[in-house]
């Protein structure tokens, strides 16, 4: 078995965190009885969100990771991406989705139908203008995009070609751009806004990933010879100019909703970064939020719920300080989130490895360039 990364681990750990804490503080903020600080958290996070700091994290961890996946692997091909990537997400996804029904639609009152519930199913609802059972469930929908992507261009021969990805990155932009001008494209696409710029942080990912395993290889545009490290400066340069571009529209006309944004795309690149090059032995607590991190993002806002619930049908409970709450549903989540990591991840994880297995050294395989371009 492959050694596993323990900086990004911890990374990943790092990103659930920080996107539980948003999540956690804004539901018990906004209960009446609970005791807090209001102005401060809402001046706080109105320019530190936090949430999407980590989500930052994550998206440029999935690229980083994928391409070492599959690099490394000789025999690698789609189909096997493909059983390993299903088996990985989807059976977990479901365990979430019946608790997000059950705890934070059907508790609440909200009502739903089988339309919303096949199209859930998916992890793409958008695409059958469906809202999502959970909010955060469109980052998974991103994640698939992403999957997409990389099989294509594995199979194009284009996943290892640095200058197509910096290329790609530059068109993903420029409809980042479009969308932004166009405006609002309708309640089921929203977050299909900032989609393109996520992309490009994936596609960052992986360049920094080839840069960090030491790739020197050069490439001919034309007439410049451009070496492997060049495009990967260029792409970290192109995805900085976004962010920096909202924060001189902050200075020029003032606070508005790409400001916080821009904040926590910047922090979650340089925490990324500086995290995988510098953070060589993480505490052991941090490697294992990572570890359970998927079960961690998926799962605290079922807990969280639960725990409003509870509050309300025992009120000897309420109208305690945030902070109290904040360290019992977070201990209550990382809990759940360990048992549902043994229990459902890893079992699955191993089906989708031994599924994947069966499938013969050549099937479907496509012999893949020992460098980059």
């Known amino acids: 078995m492959k050694e596993r990364n323990q900086a990004i681990d911890a990374l990943r750990g790092v990103a659930a965190l920080m996107v539980m804490l948003l999540h956690l503080i804004f539901f018990f903020m906004q209960l009446p009885s609970i005791v807090s600080d209001?102005?401060?958290?809402?001046?706080?996070?109105?320019?530190?969100?936090?949430?999407?700091?980590?989500?930052?994290?994550?998206?440029?961890?999935?690229?980083?990771?994928?391409?070492?996946?599959?690099?490394?692997?000789?025999?690698?091909?789609?189909?096997?991406?493909?059983?390993?990537?299903?088996?990985?997400?989807?059976?977990?996804?479901?365990?979430?989705?019946?608790?997000?029904?059950?705890?934070?639609?059907?508790?609440?009152?909200?009502?739903?139908?089988?339309?919303?519930?096949?199209?859930?199913?998916?992890?793409?609802?958008?695409?059958?203008?469906?809202?999502?059972?959970?909010?955060?469930?469109?980052?998974?929908?991103?994640?698939?995009?992403?999957?997409?992507?990389?099989?294509?261009?594995?199979?194009?021969?284009?996943?290892?070609?640095?200058?197509?990805?910096?290329?790609?990155?530059?068109?993903?932009?420029?409809?980042?751009?479009?969308?932004?001008?166009?405006?609002?494209?309708?309640?089921?696409?929203?977050?299909?806004?900032?989609?393109?710029?996520?992309?490009?942080?994936?596609?960052?990912?992986?360049?920094?990933?080839?840069?960090?395993?030491?790739?020197?290889?050069?490439?001919?545009?034309?007439?410049?010879?451009?070496?492997?490290?060049?495009?990967?400066?260029s792409q970290l340069i192109l995805v900085l100019a976004v962010p920096l571009f909202m924060l001189i529209r902050f200075f020029i006309a003032g606070f508005d909703d790409y400001t916080s944004d821009a904040i926590a795309y910047l922090a979650g690149i340089f925490l990324f970064i500086s995290g995988a090059y510098f953070w060589k032995k993480p505490p052991a607590f941090m490697v294992l939020m990572g570890t359970v991190s998927y079960s961690l993002y998926l799962l605290h806002p079922v807990v969280m719920h639960f725990v409003g619930h509870l509050l309300h049908w025992v009120p000897a409970l309420d109208g305690g300080h945030l902070m109290l709450y904040l360290a019992a549903t977070s201990a209550l989540t990382i809990g759940i989130a360990s048992l549902s990591y043994n229990w459902i991840e890893k079992p699955f994880n191993r089906l989708g490895h031994r599924l994947a297995s069966q499938y013969r050294k050549d099937q479907d395989s496509i012999e893949i360039p020992s460098k980059p371009l």
């Open 38 to 233: 209001r102005h401060f958290y809402q001046s706080f996070f109105q320019y530190v969100d936090t949430g999407r700091i980590g989500i930052t994290i994550f998206f440029m961890i999935s690229g980083f990771v994928i391409s070492k996946s599959i690099r490394i692997n000789e025999d690698f091909n789609v189909r096997k991406f493909f059983i390993r990537r299903f088996y990985r997400l989807y059976p977990l996804f479901w365990f979430s989705l019946i608790l997000g029904l059950a705890v934070v639609w059907y508790l609440n009152g909200w009502q739903t139908d089988l339309s919303i519930i096949m199209a859930n199913m998916t992890m793409v609802p958008a695409f059958f203008k469906e809202e999502f059972v959970i909010g955060l469930y469109w980052s998974l929908e991103t994640e698939l995009i992403f999957y997409l992507l990389v099989a294509l261009f594995f199979v194009f021969g284009l996943l290892q070609k640095s200058w197509f990805l910096h290329l790609f990155t530059g068109i993903l932009f420029l409809s980042f751009y479009l969308f932004i001008i166009w405006g609002e494209i309708g309640l089921y696409y929203s977050h299909w806004k900032a989609t393109p710029y996520h992309l490009g942080l994936m596609m960052l990912g992986i360049l920094f990933r080839y840069e960090m395993d030491g790739d020197r290889s050069e490439v001919r545009i034309f007439k410049a010879s451009l070496s492997s490290r060049t495009i990967f400066f």
